[in-house]
């Protein structure tokens, strides 16, 4: 766990170091409570700032989402991140007006993960495909576009992938209305 | 038409025959139904007489909108719904989202949950390794194998039924802990299968791995270097297989891996090159005799105790936060991003399934090698398309 939170950090200054715009978020709750400990943790932190409390992984956010390929080749090139693990977005609630772009990489050679966040405004859902980066990142964005509605610029084969080709809507927007019926299958 | 030329190269007699031949590239599709996808995957492939030149997979004939559910019930309702992604090796499913949610929990489940929960991984691990050996064996024609892998598997799904009553989808390992203790006698029965698969194993080596056939088929087919691997995000035996030593057992200690002895085995091109299906078959055969031993260091050292975190209940409410945890399943790395903003419900739940990542890359092995073939590079990559699909 310690090896997230010394990844984190490290990246974080050499990206800064660097030029680029990223903040640290670090959770504010400890990883591993005590037994018999967890739940009044949680219920202290909430008393006491309830806006911050945050548990899990440290990660980076990107404001600036237009130098998101420019960071990952750094990330790659620079700082080992080798692999690109996962991508997806998520969409927290509907009443934001962003999605948020997550990308996990991880560094074979150093034993190191990463977490970086990226937020894409939902009326303008364009974000900069890494695929010219890490070959891996097609097809996650391929489902992430189909569910979510984000557009991945310069994608080299932007299909749907699990879903029918004539499928409308984002099933993971949470605004997502549910289809009536597909084909004259009913969906109810 | 055929002309002839002459070439100086040539010696006295010779004669150089270039055939005009107009050729097609015709389209096959491998799939939905077809045995060597493993379940509903289409291929689409496009060949030149007995070479490909082209290849195109299709998804999702198998989803179930697992994500979508996953934001639709419980923290522990959700439990199930990991057992069907890859159906083969459901302990280490639950395993993986167990130990995600217990991140955002802020708990660890008790030492004797933890070894529990190790014996079962492995013993998983074997079986659903088992599978993958025996069915490849069928995909390039050897049935026979296929029987005796699955009758050490029936042994494996037997210890499983005692233990949590369950067969295929055992929803057993859950957050904080695991279902109920083991029942008295499971450890001896797991103890007695160590043995005996100690004595089994050489005969799925020699009757299928080491066999002639078998090393002509996948020895120097497929090729996936140490690059592509990387690249593409391959995890697993794929990525063993291409001589990556990396192992999230060894490299990122979780439960009691660390104190544990066993190796990482990494394809070392043992029959061809480096990182073709042979590799990938020796890594999977070699993992399972690797695992039993991490299982009898796991029954040597287990004790009496707790199975189940007190602070843990039915109904989980993680505290506002996300976490990414990702563990070695058989086929690679499981992760589950867990997004939750306090409530009893997930507000994202992102899977990443391994069989998905490896999948992706084996489009890209498929042009240029011989139509034969790619009923051989399909089964190496070892998919499960419930978790391809989700």
């Known amino acids: 766990m310690e090896v997230l939170f010394e990844a984190a950090r490290d990246a974080a200054a050499a990206l800064q170091a660097a030029g680029f715009e990223v903040e640290l978020h670090q959770p504010n709750l400890p990883v591993y409570a005590p037994e018999g400990e967890s739940k009044r943790l949680a219920k202290k932190h909430k008393e006491e700032d309830p806006v911050h409390e945050w548990r899990g992984d440290p990660y980076l956010a990107l404001k600036d989402r237009s130098r998101l390929l420019e960071l990952c080749r750094f990330l790659r090139d620079e700082l080992g991140y080798e692999v690109l693990m996962d991508a997806t977005a998520v969409d927290f609630d509907a009443e934001d007006e962003h999605l948020w772009g997550v990308y996990q990489f991880l560094s074979v050679g150093r034993k190191r993960r990463l977490s970086l966040k990226t937020f894409i405004p939902k009326a303008d859902c364009r974000v900069d495909s890494v695929t010219a980066v890490y070959p891996a990142a097609d097809w996650h964005e391929r489902e992430a576009s189909e569910m979510f509605g984000v557009e991945y610029l310069g994608h080299p084969d932007p299909r749907h992938i699990l879903l029918p080709d004539d499928w409308v809507g984002h099933p993971l927007r949470k605004d997502y209305q549910y289809p009536d019926e597909y084909h004259g299958i009913s969906c109810k | ?390």
């Open chain 2, 1 to 390: 038409m055929a002309n002839s030329t002459k070439d100086p190269a040539l010696r006295a007699g010779e004669r150089l025959v270039e055939l005009d031949v107009r050729t097609q590239d015709v389209e096959i599709n491998m799939g939905p139904q077809h045995p060597a996808t493993h379940g509903v995957l289409r291929v689409l492939l496009r060949a030149d007489g007995e070479i490909l030149t082209g290849a195109q997979s299709h998804l999702g004939y198998l989803h179930r909108c697992a994500e979508k559910i996953g934001e639709k019930v419980d923290w522990l309702q959700y439990l199930p719904y990991t057992d069907r992604y890859d159906y083969l090796s459901a302990m280490n499913n639950n395993l993986a989202y167990s130990l995600a949610v217990e991140k955002l929990l802020g708990v660890e489940a008790p030492e004797r949950a933890q070894f529990i929960r190790v014996i079962l991984a492995e013993l998983n691990r074997i079986a659903s390794h088992l599978v993958a050996v025996g069915t490849y064996g069928m995909d390039i024609g050897a049935f026979t194998p296929f029987f005796y892998a699955l009758r050490e598997r029936e042994l494996l799904l037997d210890i499983f039924e005692k233990i949590c009553g369950a067969r295929l989808t055992y929803s057993y390992i859950r957050p904080g802990g695991l279902m109920n203790d083991a029942p008295a006698g499971w450890l001896e029965q797991v103890k007695a299968f160590t043995e005996l698969f100690d004595k089994k194993w050489g005969e799925y080596w020699d009757l299928l791995v080491d066999s002639k056939i078998f090393v002509e088929r996948t020895a120097n087919v497929g090729v996936v270097s140490e690059e592509l691997a990387l690249a593409w995000g391959c995890s697993g035996p794929m990525l063993r297989g291409s001589g990556v030593d990396w192992d999230l057992r060894r490299d990122a200690p979780h439960l009691v891996y660390d104190r544990l002895d066993f190796e990482v085995i990494v394809g070392r091109g043992y029959r061809g090159t480096v990182g073709d299906c042979f590799d990938r078959n020796y890594v999977r055969m070699y993992e399972m005799v690797q695992s039993n031993r991490m299982i009898r260091q796991c029954l040597e050292q287990i004790e009496d105790g707790e199975v189940q975190h007190p602070d843990v209940g039915l109904l989980l409410r993680p505290a506002p936060g996300e976490a990414y945890v990702g563990i070695e399943n058989p086929r690679g790395e499981l992760g589950h991003y867990l997004v939750s903003d306090g409530s009893k419900i997930a507000r994202r739940l992102r899977v990443r399934g391994p069989s998905f990542c490896n999948l992706a890359v084996a489009e890209h092995l498929l042009p240029g090698c011989m139509l034969a073939d790619a009923a051989a590079i399909i089964g190496s990559v070892d998919i499960v398309i419930g978790e391809t699909d989700r």
